[in-house]
């Protein structure tokens, strides 16, 4: 049996993470834990619904609660990811800095905790897992890229998704892998997956990795405004990979740990089982 911060701290590890990311914590306490619901977002419904199939513990990827409050204080991680592809990390900051002020702005007037206190009346524990899934996601999605895309210098956008297409979640999601800019002729040139940081850094920040001389950005989703400003920039491609499907990447490989250590895990509410 399992207690809630026991959960985390798989999930923590599995990510390779040193502390646990503003996005992410315990909601509800609990122990005693044999069986936990995993979805992708959970609201009172999917309470309800956990709570009918003898459920333990809830846990939600999309944070609720503070967790979903603090989301913009982990989009600094995406300043991180720029340097790695090359942007100078005064400028990285720069650029993301209008967008995480925005992301503050709307979740400070958001209902945060209904799903909290609902499982808190039912008695449910309740863990939030963000950042460690995309970060996994994120991990496992470029290696795979690197692999079958980075030998071959004129690979197309087509090659990229047929290598995404590789992937169980992609293969099994309704929502396969979308070029919003970009042709399936066009050039990919260096492939770079951004999927971790809370939510999209908008327009400047993709400019801002193309000038660093990334060709094409593989996202988890993009907003039509970002992609107009993305087209009118005529630098870049970006391929949508789908949300639902690069979220589950990462949450089963936290299901996968969870399961290694002994717990009963359902998945529910978005997460896309690729067996």
């Known amino acids: 049996m399992f207690t809630t911060e026991q959960i985390l701290d798989i999930a923590v590890k599995k990510a390779g993470l040193d502390c646990v990311p503003a996005d992410s914590g315990v909601l509800v306490p609990g122990e005693n834990i044999k069986k936990a619901a995993f979805g992708v977002d959970i609201e009172v419904g999917e309470v309800l619904l956990a709570k009918e199939l003898g459920v ?114 992609y293969q099994k999601t309704h929502a396969q892998p979308k070029i919003r800019v970009g042709s399936e002729e066009s050039y990919a040139g260096k492939v770079f997956v951004t999927f971790a940081g809370g939510t999209s850094g908008g327009a400047k920040v993709f400019k801002a990795y193309f000038e660093a001389g990334i060709g094409t950005l593989v996202v988890m989703h993009v907003p039509d405004d970002v992609v107009k400003e993305v087209k009118e920039q005529n630098i870049g491609n970006v391929i949508v990979a789908g949300h639902m499907a690069s979220d589950s990447v990462g949450i089963n490989q936290i299901i996968e740990e969870l399961e290694k250590a002994g717990l009963e895990v359902v998945r529910f509410s978005g997460v896309i089982d690729p067996k």
């Open 56 to 169: 333990d513990c809830l846990i939600t990827h999309h944070p609720e609660g503070e967790h979903l409050v603090n989301l913009f204080k982990v989009m600094e991680n995406q300043i991180d990811r720029m340097v790695e592809a090359g942007v100078p990390i005064n400028k990285a900051q720069k650029v993301l800095s209008e967008r995480k002020e925005q992301v503050e702005r709307n979740l400070h007037v958001s209902n945060y905790n209904r799903a909290v206190s609902a499982a808190r009346l039912l008695g449910m524990s309740f863990v939030a897992i963000h950042s460690p899934a995309d970060f996994l996601a994120q991990r496992v999605v470029q290696k795979h890229l690197d692999e079958k895309i980075g030998p071959y210098p004129k690979a197309t956008l087509k090659d990229v998704v047929n290598a995404l297409m590789e992937l169980p979640e």
